[in-house]
C-alpha cells in the first residue's frame, strides 16, 4: 500500500475488490469464501501437509536430475557435467519411481481433501451464500456508477475522492431506495460491515482510492499541489462548482479568440468575433450557437450553425491543457529521478503520464460543447437564481434548485448544442428563474 506502483500484477485485484469489502456485511463475506475457507481445514492436517511436501519434492528432484548433467560453458564445466550426468541420472530415475509409486495415492488423497472441504462448505448457510453472490454483482454496479460518473470528474481537475470504498455505501443505498432493486438491503448497514476485518480501513480506503486514481485516470503516486485529496463533505463546493466554473471560463475564452483562417473545425469563414471586453453572460452563449453563419449548416458530429467551430476549438483547448499538465508533471518527475520509485524509459505506471486501464475514450467534441454550456448554465443558476451545487451518488456533480435536484438539463442544452433551438432551454431558464443577460463569477 506504501508503494502501489511496485505491486504492478496485484493493484487491479486490490482496487476492484476493495468495495466489496465495505458493502457486504461480515458474516457475507464469509459465506462466500466459505469453499476456499473449508479446504483450508484438511490442508493444515500434519499428514496431508507432510505428504504433499514429499510429492512436491520428487517433482523438484526430477527436474533438477533433468538439467543437472547440462554444462554451462568452457572445458572445464564440461568435463564436471559428464561426471555429474550419471549421479543425476540414478537419482533422476528414482524419482520418477517413486512418483509412478505413489501416483494413485496421491491423488486419492487429494480427492479425500476435496470432498472434505466440499461436504464443509456445504455447512455455510445456502441462502446467506446466494445473498452474498448476489451482493458482489450489486457492489460491482455501484462501483462503475461511482468511478465513472463521480470520481472522473474529481480525477480531470486534479482532485482524487479520498475515501471511494466508502462512496460504494452511499451510492448502493442511493440505488436502493431510487430504484428499489435492493429492497431491504439497507437494513444490512446495521450489521458489521467486512472493512472492519481490516486493521485501519480509513487508510487502506485512501490508499486504495489514490491507487484507483492511478490506474483509470492516470497521475502521481503522491498527493501534492496539483493532485491533491477531496473529502466526500467538500466535493461539491470544491469539485463541482470549481468544474462548473472551469468549463464556463474555458467556453468564454474560445468565443473571444478571433476566427481566422487556422480555424481547427475548417468549417469555412466564421461570423463576427465577439468583443472580448463583452462579460461572461448565459445570453452571450446562447447568441452564439443560435446564431447563423455564412458556412455550411451541417458541421462534424451531426452539429448545426456555428457549434461545430466551438466545438473543435474546445478539443483544441482541453487536449492542449491535458498537454500542458502531462508535460509539467513529467518536469517533476524528472527533477526527482534519483527517488526511489522513479523508472527508466518513462513507463506510464511509473511516471504517471497514462492510466493502465482507462475508463472512458476521449470525449468527442460535441459531448465537450455540451459540458461546457451546461456548466455555464449551472454557473448561472447558481449565481442569479439561488441553486447550488451538489451530489449525486449514481449520476455525479447535480445541480441542487430548492434542495432538490434538477435532472432535467440534457434535453434542452441538447437541442441548443445540436440544432441552435433555443427555445426548450429558455423555457427552462424561466421556469428556474435564471437570468441570462447577467454575468457570472468565473475562476
Known amino acids: 500500500v506504501d ?75 564440461a568435463l564436471v557435467a559428464a561426471v555429474r550426468r550419471p549421479a543425476f541420472g540414478f537419482v533422476g530415475w528414482v524419482a520418477r519411481l517413486l512418483l509412478r509409486g505413489c501416483r494413485d495415492h496421491a491423488a486419492q488423497m487429494e480427492r479425500a481433501v476435496a470432498a472434505a472441504a466440499s461436504e464443509r462448505a456445504q455447512s455455510v448457510d445456502y441462502g446467506l451464500r446466494i445473498v452474498a453472490q448476489e451482493q458482489v454483482g450489486l457492489a460491482y454496479a455501484g462501483w462503475d456508477r ?34 428499489r432493486l435492493a429492497e431491504g438491503f439497507t437494513s444490512r448497514l446495521s450489521e458489521r460491515p467486512a472493512c472492519d476485518l481490516l486493521e485501519e480501513p480509513g487508510a487502506m480506503d485512501e490508499a486504495t482510492s489514490l491507487l484507483a486514481a492511478r490506474l483509470f485516470h492516470g497521475g502521481p503516486s503522491e498527493p ?57 453572460t448565459l445570453a452571450r452563449v446562447i447568441d452564439r450557437l443560435t446564431a447563423d453563419p455564412a458556412g455550411p449548416a451541417d458541421g462534424p458530429d451531426g452539429l448545426d450553425g456555428d457549434a461545430p467551430r466551438l466545438a473543435a476549438r474546445l478539443s483544441v483547448e482541453v487536449a492542449r491543457e491535458e498537454a500542458a499538465a502531462t508535460r509539467a508533471h513529467g518536469r517533476d518527475r524528472a527533477a526527482g ?37 451546461t456548466a455555464m448554465v449551472c454557473c448561472a443558476a447558481v449565481d ?60
Open 146 to 179: 461511482l468511478l465513472t460518473r463521480v470520481a472522473l470528474p474529481a480525477w480531470r481537475m486534479g482532485r482524487w475522492p479520498s475515501r471511494l470504498d466508502a462512496g460504494v455505501v452511499s451510492a448502493l443505498t442511493e440505488l436502493s431506495r431510487r430504484d
Open 337 to 373: 529521478a534519483e527517488g526511489p520509485t522513479a523508472g527508466p524509459g518513462g513507463d506510464p505506471w511509473i511516471d504517471g503520464f497514462a492510466p493502465v486501464f482507462p475508463l472512458q475514450p476521449p470525449r468527442t467534441g460535441r459531448e465537450l460543447l455540451a459540458d461546457h454550456v
Open 384 to 443: 442569479t437564481a439561488g441553486a447550488a451545487p451538489g451530489l449525486d451518488w449514481l449520476d455525479g456533480p447535480a445541480l441542487l434548485v430548492g434542495g432538490r435536484r434538477r435532472a432535467d438539463l440534457a434535453r434542452p442544452v441538447l437541442s441548443l448544442v445540436e440544432d441552435g433551438d433555443d427555445g426548450p432551454l429558455r423555457a427552462w431558464l424561466g421556469e428556474v428563474g435564471v437570468r441570462p443577460e447577467k454575468p457570472v463569477r468565473l475562476v
Open 3 to 77: 508503494r502501489p506502483e511496485r505491486r504492478v500484477p496485484r493493484a487491479p485485484v486490490l482496487v476492484i475488490g476493495s468495495p466489496f469489502l465495505w458493502w457486504m456485511r461480515v458474516a457475507e463475506l464469509r459465506a462466500l469464501l466459505a469453499p476456499v475457507v473449508a479446504g483450508t481445514g484438511p490442508s493444515v492436517h500434519p499428514d496431508i501437509a507432510s505428504a504433499r511436501r514429499f510429492v512436491r519434492g520428487l517433482d523438484a528432484a526430477v527436474a533438477v536430475a533433468a538439467r543437472g548433467g547440462e554444462p554451462s560453458s568452457g572445458p572445464a564445466p
Open 224 to 280: 501534492g499541489p496539483d493532485w491533491s485529496p477531496v473529502d466526500w463533505d467538500t466535493y461539491p463546493e470544491e469539485v463541482v462548482d470549481r468544474k462548473w466554473r472551469q468549463e464556463a471560463a474555458r467556453l468564454h475564452r474560445v468565443l473571444d479568440e478571433r476566427d481566422d483562417a487556422h480555424d481547427p473545425a475548417g468549417a469555412g469563414p466564421a461570423p463576427a468575433p465577439v468583443s472580448a471586453s463583452e462579460p461572461p
